[in-house]
């Protein structure tokens, strides 16, 4: 399988493990639309590829992913079609991320935040750097966590907390997030790599079969959730992002000052 041809992904192999870096350093790996379509064509290309039985998710720089970019919902805001557009590409970004059959280890080697945090929490082994932080701020911005953190949360660390930290918006140290069962591993950031190859190397030398099968069991119950909230939750997202609760969290962010809700 050639993974050529991607601008906003870094794409190396190594034996049977393939590497999946984002590549928005600048922009701390924020989730653009053209990112998430090419990471939607990865996962795609990625049930054709039999070279490939391991894969790692990263980013490149200092964050894992700073989450969606914010100048996108200013150029969708209003606009239908472009709505629409982003409804269906974040839904078949979710779904098609729960259907890759390989296992897929998340390096977190810094903030994983927003959408960065459910790419994460979405991969099969979670191995963060201890100076990361991992959270869902919509709220914060005047948005409804419906783009698959209400898929995740709920599920890894149950309803109580999954609203305590989607309602607050409060990020998590990578030491907190491995106690309460947000994550697998926390570990010093000397030693991500380590740990990462380690659990790779172990996927990739086992009964290939028995390991995606096993995933495939274990992923029903985040496709069922899936199927129950997603669409709902995209749906609040969409109009939340048409909000002027929104608008001033934009323009605040970048008038670098704190926003002033009113509820609207």
């Known amino acids: 399988m050639d993974h050529n041809g991607y601008r906003q992904l870094l794409i190396e192999r190594q ?26 064509r990865l996962f795609q290309d990625l ?84 100076t990361a932080r991992i959270g869902d701020p919509h709220v914060r911005v005047g948005l409804v966590a419906g783009d698959g953190g209400a898929v995740a949360w709920p599920l890894l660390v149950g309803y109580a907390r999954a609203k305590q930290y989607l309602l607050g918006g409060d990020l998590l140290a990578a030491a907190e997030a491995q106690r309460i069962g947000l994550i697998n591993f926390s570990v010093p950031e000397a030693e991500l790599d380590g740990a990462v190859d380690r659990w790779a190397a172990r996927l990739a030398a086992g009964a290939h079969n028995a390991v995606q099968w096993t995933k495939a069991t274990l992923n029903l119950g985040l496709k069922a959730q899936a199927a129950q909230v997603l669409d709902a939750g995209l749906a609040y997202e969409i109009a939340s992002l048409q909000s002027n609760d929104h608008l001033e969290a934009v323009r605040a962010f970048q008038e670098k000052r704190a926003p002033r809700f009113t509820g609207h």
């Not at 600048?26 to 990471?39: C, P, Q, R, V, Y």
């Not at 989450?67 to 409804?87: H, P, Q, V, W, Y």
């Not at 059959?101 to 960065?116: F, H, K, Y």
Request: hydrophobic share 45%; proline share 2%.
């Open 47 to 130: 049930r054709r590829d039999r070279d490939s039985v391991v894969v790692v998710v990263t980013g490149v720089g200092k964050a894992f992913s700073a989450g969606g970019d914010l100048n996108r919902s200013l150029e969708i805001r209003g606009d239908t079609a472009l709505l629409k557009e982003e409804f269906d590409l974040a839904r078949r970004f979710v779904n098609t991320l729960l259907d890759v059959e390989q296992p897929i280890v998340a390096r977190i080697n810094g903030d994983a935040i927003g959408l960065g945090a459910t790419l994460a929490l979405l991969c099969d082994i979670t191995i963060a750097a201890d």
């Open 15 to 40: 034996d049977r493990v393939l590497r999946v870096s984002l590549n928005a350093p600048d922009k701390l790996n924020a989730i653009g639309f053209e990112m998430e379509s090419e990471l939607l």
